[in-house]
């Protein structure tokens, strides 16, 4: 199995596009073109870089940075060195961030212009490791700017496997260190087949990459895939909707990824009712339940919007739903891929039968290792090459998966089971709704029931006793709500999902 991903990719398609890089101050105005044949080059000069600065196999790179193709850069010079990239969210604070490079130690960093106080606060856990400014640096910083001197020869290559960790992409946990799962050469290649295999990817898409590149969906739904297949990723700094319809209306766009905040401002937007969204032909949502009613909106102009399911664990590409059973199949996330087994076990360690909940087992060559550094987490997750996901699910008599939620986010009220993303799709079909969050609370007489936190939309009015009233035309009685909490805004963990932690801590 190849390690350089870029070097084999500038052979077979020297002058494909890669990358449309828009992430800079620019935007669309100053995009960049970048073929596969530069994009290696350039790459390589960031490798021997890194190299001249001391880093080999098993080194780890840190990076604290929105999108941009210096990122593109490290993650696949990475690759070249044996090297890991550690990915760092951005969004969390630095004594969050802090025990993180504490527990991976890594031997240099990089940082972009917006987080020079963060950097500042992390200087003391970053030791005696080298800190490289990619734009402006501080007293004492390397300039990512004199990696360009390099040569754009491949650098001296180690020996290494498809075992050798590539990335340390940490999960979207809300309680807790984070943990760095390790994707290795190996789980992100056999992703990356399992996704062009399945889903049909080509050298002729072209997906918008503005999911931050901290989270497996920016690295692993179509950026490392479509470099597999040779297709292009339209490289942005961070989403922006405007943006994202400019895109989609005038740079031949065919695939986007979202989670189902990005859909639902999308659908709020003015240019909804205009933009050409009937040209892709992937338009996919993940990364957290999907309100039923953003699939039948999209659903009334005739596009197969459609629901995935992946974690940083496992791919994060997992399933399937062919264009024509999307509607026959609402909410389903289809089929495993075509390297993934998927197991759906009961309480007592059976397996379930056709619409029995339970919860998802996943195995394959895409599920990493483990977690960096934390073997309780690791054998308590990673059991006889299964990967015990915590999330509920069924499958119909076909076959055909959907996922029901969090084991941990299901209610038991008076003995029955209550899964929230059922809930929170009903309130959110109200149209006074933007968006809902289901969470337990404690109940005397039922042991828990369900507590609504509801933000309303722009301009919309709408009190507790008229959306239970609306609810009890949609739900049966023990699953409504028996309190609501109106709010401004939900809270989001740094991976962008509702923090339902911080709606218990209410």
């Excluded at 195995?363 to 015990?388: M, Q």
């Amino acid at each position: 199995m190849t390690t350089d991903w870029l070097q084999r990719r500038a052979w077979l398609s020297p002058t494909a596009p890669a990358i449309i890089d828009v992430s800079g101050p620019g935007g669309i105005a100053d995009a960049r073109t970048i073929d596969y044949r530069t994009l290696d080059a350039e790459t390589n000069q960031v490798a021997n870089a890194l190299a001249a600065q001391g880093i080999g196999l098993g080194d780890r790179v840190a990076v604290l940075a929105k999108n941009r193709v210096e990122y593109v850069q490290l993650w696949f010079a990475c690759a070249k060195l044996g090297a890991a990239l550690q990915a760092l969210n951005w969004r969390l604070t630095a004594r969050e961030l802090g025990p993180l490079i504490t527990q991976a130690g890594p031997r240099i960093m990089f940082w972009d212009r917006e987080f020079a106080e963060l950097i500042d606060s992390l200087r003391p856990q970053l030791g005696d490791a080298k800190i490289v400014a990619l734009d402006e640096p501080r007293a004492g910083d390397l300039e990512f700017s004199s990696f360009r001197d390099q040569p754009s020869t491949p650098p001296p290559r180690p020996e290494f496997g498809p075992d050798q960790p590539w990335v340390l992409c940490y999960t979207g946990g809300t309680t807790g260190l984070p943990k760095a799962a390790l994707l290795t050469h190996g789980t992100i290649a056999w992703n990356a087949i399992n996704t062009v295999s399945s889903w049909g990817l080509s050298k002729a898409d072209v997906a918008v990459l503005n999911a931050p590149m901290f989270h497996t969906g920016g690295l692993n739904v179509f950026t490392a895939p479509l470099v597999h297949a040779g297709g292009c990723s339209i490289l942005c700094r961070e989403f922006d909707l405007d943006q994202l319809y400019d895109l989609i209306t005038d740079h031949g766009v065919t695939c986007f990824f979202g989670v189902p905040a990005m859909f639902q401002a999308m659908q709020a937007h003015p240019r909804w009712a205009s933009a050409p969204l009937e040209r892709l032909s992937l338009i996919i949502s993940g990364g957290a339940p999907c309100p039923e009613p953003v699939f039948e909106r999209f659903w009334a102009r005739g596009i197969d919007f459609k629901t995935g399911y992946g974690l940083t664990e496992a791919g994060p590409n997992n399933f399937w739903l062919p264009p024509e059973r999307v509607r026959d199949k609402p909410g389903a996330v289809g089929w495993p891929l075509m390297h993934v087994e998927v197991r759906i076990i009961d309480q007592h360690g059976a397996v379930c039968g056709p619409e029995e909940v339970g919860e998802l087992w996943i195995r394959g060559p895409h599920v990493c290792p483990g977690y960096d550094k934390n073997p309780e987490a690791t054998a308590e997750s990673f059991i006889d090459g299964w990967l015990h996901t915590g999330d509920l699910a069924r499958a119909d008599a076909e076959g055909c998966v959907t996922i029901v939620g969090r084991s941990k986010d299901m209610i038991i009220s008076g003995g029955e089971n209550i899964y929230p993303a059922e809930i929170e799709s009903a309130i959110s079909a109200h149209p006074a709704v933007a968006e809902a969050a289901l969470i337990g609370v404690p109940h005397e007489r039922w042991g828990e029931v369900g507590r609504a936190f509801v933000v309303l939309a722009s301009g919309a009015q709408l009190d507790a006793e008229g959306l239970l009233a609306y609810l009890g035309e949609h739900l049966a009685r023990y699953k409504l709500p028996k309190s609501v909490v109106f709010l401004d805004s939900l809270p989001r963990t740094g991976a962008g999902k509702i923090d339902k932690r911080a709606l218990e801590a209410r």
